[in-house]
């Protein structure tokens, strides 16, 4: 059973970058396909960002695309997610999640909460304007 753990939130300016890192124990990365959720105050968990077990697939929310990137180091163990151009709209709670999946599976990505087997506890991200 995998263990995340997100960090690297904070306070930036509109126009601003922040790279979130969501670090797992526990397991093996590379079991898991993986995804980065956020959820603002009042609203429900919406997806941002969803990579396949090897990381050669990657699919973005439209409302993030061409702004923030995603990725993994398997052998370390730890996804990114790299935010670029944030806006206030971006403030939320992020959220790193992980579906253990066969080897099969390689190239196959999962953008649902209910899809997401493990969470970690969120990092919060504010932006001003």
């Known amino acids: 059973q995998v263990q995340l753990v997100e960090s690297g939130g904070g306070l930036v300016q509109a126009g601003g970058s922040l790279r979130l890192s969501c670090a797992a124990s526990?397991?093996?990365?590379?079991?898991?396909?993986m995804g980065w959720f956020r959820q603002a105050l009042g609203k429900e968990r919406e997806f941002v960002i969803a990579?396949?077990?090897?990381?050669?697939?990657?699919y973005s929310a439209d409302s993030v695309w061409g702004r923030f990137t995603g990725s993994r180091d398997n052998a370390k163990n730890t996804l990114y997610l790299q935010m670029n151009s944030l806006k206030p709209e971006d403030t939320a709670v992020y959220y790193c999640?992980?579906?253990?999946?066969?080897?099969?599976?390689?190239?196959?990505?999962?953008?649902?909460?209910?899809?997401?087997?493990?969470w970690g506890q969120g990092t919060q991200v504010t932006v001003s304007s």
């Open positions: 990579m396949s077990r090897n990381g050669e697939t990657t």
């Open positions: 999640a992980a579906r253990e999946s066969p080897s099969y599976s390689d190239g196959i990505y999962y953008t649902l909460v209910y899809e997401y087997n493990y």
């Open positions: 526990g397991s093996t990365l590379s079991r898991y396909a």
